[in-house]
């Protein structure tokens, strides 16, 4: 069954850090990109950046630059997001999708169930 | 704020048909395809559209997109109860270097 499977919900601290995980299976794990999106209660989607499972090479969206490190372990097919210096308006649902590409034409066509992770003190 | 424009909610009577728009800018929209995404009450999101108006395998023929310039469009006809649901546009944005993604539109079926 092709899906991919996201670590449980986490509660930290402000100024800790998260690492979420990914696990890909049903498919070729270095085939496709992973991108991360997190989406806070009630509001839109908000995407973190890319990770090329078969290079390890890493696009980050500006707002998140410096804060998060993308990772993988090809090993077990699993994806790694982690997020530094976490602020209460980090709390939010993370998500990690697989991104396919077919020439010019690129969408989202397998999403994780999402992970929430709440800062609180 | 979001890059991408969507109204925040719409509403329609079962089995009629319901239009959801998305509206952009030429470093998005305008030059990069449009992909829809449905999102059930405390599910992952999953793929409506893609390339602006391909349905992909087991999506239902009642979704259709569409694009005209920096707007795009979602459109569900012979709307049922179980599409209520949040949907979203995506793009990929050129000046950004990056995904964007509209706000989302929660869509209530009367």
């Known amino acids: 069954q092709v899906q991919l499977v996201q670590s449980g919900a986490e509660v930290k601290k402000p100024g800790a850090s998260v690492k979420v995980s990914c696990k890909a299976s049903?498919?070729?794990?270095?085939?496709?990109?992973i991108n991360w999106v997190r989406q806070a209660t009630g509001q839109g989607l908000e995407w973190m950046g890319w990770m090329s499972p078969n290079s390890g090479s890493t696009v980050y969206a500006q707002k998140f630059q410096g804060r998060v490190t993308m990772t993988r372990s090809t090993s077990i097919s699993t994806a790694y997001m982690e997020l530094s210096s976490l602020m209460s308006e980090d709390t939010a649902v993370y998500y990690c999708?697989?991104?396919?590409?077919?020439?010019?034409?690129?969408?989202?066509?397998?999403w994780g169930r999402g992970t929430l992770v709440t800062v609180s003190s | 704020q979001s890059v991408l424009t969507q109204p925040p909610s719409v509403s329609e009577a079962p089995r009629q048909r319901v239009t959801i728009s998305c509206s952009g800018s030429s470093s998005n929209i305008g030059n990069n395809a449009v992909s829809w995404y449905q999102q059930l009450p405390g599910k992952a999101p999953k793929l409506l559209i893609f390339?602006?108006?391909l349905l992909p395998s087991g999506v239902s023929d009642r979704f259709s997109g569409s694009k005209s310039d920096t707007s795009a469009s979602l459109a569900i006809s012979g709307l049922q109860s179980e599409d209520e649901a949040d949907y979203f546009c995506?793009?990929?944005?050129?000046?950004?270097?990056?995904?964007?993604f509209g706000g989302g539109t929660k869509l209530t079926v009367l």
């Open positions: 049903g498919y070729t794990f270095s085939s496709y990109e």
């Open positions: 995506a793009a990929w944005d050129d000046s950004l270097n990056g995904w964007v």
């Open positions: 390339y602006d108006d």
């Open positions: 999708a697989r991104l396919l590409i077919t020439g010019t034409i690129r969408y989202f066509d397998l």
